[in-house]
């Protein structure tokens, strides 16, 4: 069973993620906030991949990833925003992959299974 | 060169002023060249008189005094010719030798003072004329006669008149005789010269005159295009400058104190052009970004929606998450352009008296029907005076309950809220302080910031659209005031807003 760690800090928008990626058959950690997703990360569960918003204000998602990058380059990391994917790239490159959160969720799912290297 | 330019409108007035002041020169000049060659020939005539008089005085010393002696010493000295009438003169060998000698100088004397060219009349008072110099036709002897009539007592007269197209100056001397004023010696003088030299000398004025204003207006223009060309080069400059190309700044070479301060007041309207197009760009991003996340949530929970087919709850929640973000975003776009106009177009304010007391005990009570669903206690202390401010009452209120808004979603149920309000000399503070988290020191100032949104201690973000604090500070400024963030010792925070009195 793949889990995916959600870090962001919308309740709602956890809410969707959740819920897709249960009828997926994925397993879902929520977190809120740095502090949360990094304390899901490194707990007994094992994560596959996170997806982690990134506040360009507030909550550094930069700062989440390089604690990522430390404690498991394994693990799969898509960026998610509201801003423009160019502008996500510049501010935490080399992430597996991003997704602007406009785009919908059917691409989405698309890169998740692309990650977990589900079909 | 352009009528409507500077440069012509300086050359024109330089020319016209140049042109006044040379005609004034050349005016006066002339008038004092003029006068100085009347003056100067009167004062020949005078000389000339004089010295004929003399001459004949010195004959009369010599010789006897009789009428015929007279005629003879007139004759000799005015036309420097004639005899003693009857012959021989009865004189000395002493009385020849000294009228050779004073002949002899007054021949000199006579050549020296140029009166052959005069007009010299000897007449006695009656009106008869004894002697005339040569060159005195009898036309003109009589005229001379004429003019002597109503004047022979003057101890000395002038007079112009004209003589066959000639102008002639006339000076009359009475001359004494055995005793007796019964005679007059007339010189008459041409002007000729005079004229001549005058008309010669206003003809080079004004031929001079416009020459010269036509060589110095051209020179000048000249010069002004030159002297004007740093003004060219900025205009050239500012045509360049677009919305696109704002970094562009005019080069500081000029050394003229005009050209300087207009080059460093364009630069800065440049930079100040340049830092509101940044603004803007900024904003605009920032909007869509704030708005896109609604719209996000929107879309996700749609197509979840419609994946499969739901349980009649679960398509009621959809749609009611749905509505809210709807809302949230309206909400948003309204904040936004209440910023819009707060920022460029504050006339939509009026301001009137406001009486502080009634203005917070009317907040005080809503602010504690807001409170009551999280029970937290609003507390307000206010002195009891009678100041007024001078505000909009609504946009005020709004400013207050934005900040007291917040102090309710950051406090936990069963906290507080104090409304403390202090009158300092020239001015109003209100300090609204919460039991809550405060605010992170990291945070501090950049709480008024458009779109700020602080996510601790607050589980539903999506009430606020992050702009109410910037909508507040907004309006302190208008009105004159300010709004400061900070935190209280007891943890919690305090926002003071100072408002001027009246």
New interface residues.
């Given amino acids: 069973m793949h889990r995916i760690l959600i870090i962001d800090?919308?309740?709602?928008?956890l809410?969707?993620?959740q819920?897709?990626f249960t009828?997926e058959g994925m397993e879902v950690v929520l977190a809120?906030?740095a502090s949360d997703g990094i304390r899901a990360l490194i707990g007994e569960q094992v994560i596959d991949l996170v997806l982690l918003d990134i506040n360009m204000?507030?909550?550094n998602g930069g700062y989440i990833k390089e604690i990522i990058d430390e404690y498991d380059p394994q693990v799969k990391v898509i960026v998610s925003s509201?801003?423009p994917i160019d502008q996500q790239i510049k501010f935490i490159p080399r992430a597996y992959d991003y997704f602007d959160?406009?785009q919908?969720?059917?691409i989405l799912l698309k890169q998740v299974k692309r990650a977990l290297l589900l079909n | 060169m352009k009528l409507r330019s500077i440069r012509f409108k300086v050359t024109i007035l330089f020319t016209v002023i140049l042109g006044i002041i040379l005609s004034l020169y050349g005016g006066i000049l002339y008038y004092s060249l003029y006068k100085s060659l009347y003056d100067e020939l009167d004062r020949e005539l005078e000389r000339k008189a004089y010295f004929v008089a003399s001459s004949m005085h010195s004959y009369i010393d010599v010789l006897h005094k009789d009428d015929h002696s007279l005629l003879f010493i007139a004759r000799r000295t005015i036309t420097l010719k004639g005899e003693y009438p009857g012959g021989q003169v009865d004189m000395s060998a002493e009385q020849k030798r000294k009228i050779v000698d004073l002949e002899r100088k007054w021949k000199q004397l006579y050549d020296k003072l140029d009166l052959n060219e005069d007009f010299i009349n000897f007449v006695k008072m009656t009106g008869k004329s004894l002697v005339k110099s040569q060159n005195v036709p009898s036309e003109l002897r009589n005229i001379l006669i004429k003019k002597m009539k109503g004047r022979e007592n003057f101890p000395r007269s002038f007079l112009t008149f004209t003589f066959k197209k000639r102008n002639l100056r006339l000076i009359q001397v009475p001359f004494k005789y055995n005793g007796e004023n019964n005679y007059l010696i007339q010189i008459a003088s041409s002007q000729k010269p005079i004229v001549e030299l005058l008309a010669q000398r206003q003809y080079v004025f004004m031929i001079s005159i416009p020459i010269i204003l036509i060589l110095t207006s051209f020179i000048g223009s000249f010069f002004f295009k030159r002297i004007l060309m740093p003004v060219a080069e900025v205009t050239e400059t500012a045509k360049e400058i677009t919305h696109e190309n704002l970094k562009r700044r005019l080069k500081f070479s000029y050394k003229d104190e005009e050209m300087h301060v207009l080059v460093e007041a364009f630069n800065d309207m440049i930079s100040r052009l340049d830092q509101a197009f940044q603004h803007i760009s900024e904003f605009s991003s920032q909007v869509a970004h704030e708005l896109k996340t609604p719209i996000a949530i929107i879309r996700g929970e749609c197509e979840i929606a419609l994946r499969k087919v739901r349980s009649q709850e679960e398509y009621i929640r959809a749609l009611q998450v749905n509505l809210d973000e709807a809302q949230r975003m309206l909400k948003t776009i309204d904040d936004l352009l209440l910023l819009a106009k707060l920022d460029y177009r504050p006339e939509i304010f009026t301001f009137e008296e406001i009486n502080v007391a009634d203005f917070f005990y009317e907040i005080h009570e809503q602010s504690k029907i807001l409170s009551s669903s999280k029970e937290i206690e609003v507390q307000l202390k206010m002195p009891i005076d009678n100041k007024r401010i001078r505000g909009d009452v609504i946009h005020l209120r709004r400013l207050f309950f934005n900040i007291i808004y917040n102090a309710i979603k950051f406090t936990p149920p069963k906290g507080k809220i104090n409304i403390e309000i202090l009158s300092h000399k020239e001015s109003l503070h209100v300090a609204i302080e919460d039991s809550g988290p405060g605010i992170p020191s990291e945070y501090l100032h950049r709480v008024f910031d458009k779109f700020f949104h602080n996510t601790l201690g607050e589980n539903d973000l999506e009430s606020g659209s992050g702009l109410g604090l910037s909508i507040a500070q907004a309006i302190a400024r208008i009105h004159g005031g300010s709004i400061f963030a900070q935190n209280s010792s007891h943890g919690g925070a305090v926002f003071t807003v100072t408002l001027p009195f009246l």
């Fill in positions: 800090d919308q309740q709602k928008v809410d969707i993620y819920r897709l009828e809120q906030n204000y507030g909550i509201v801003h959160k406009s919908g969720t059917e």
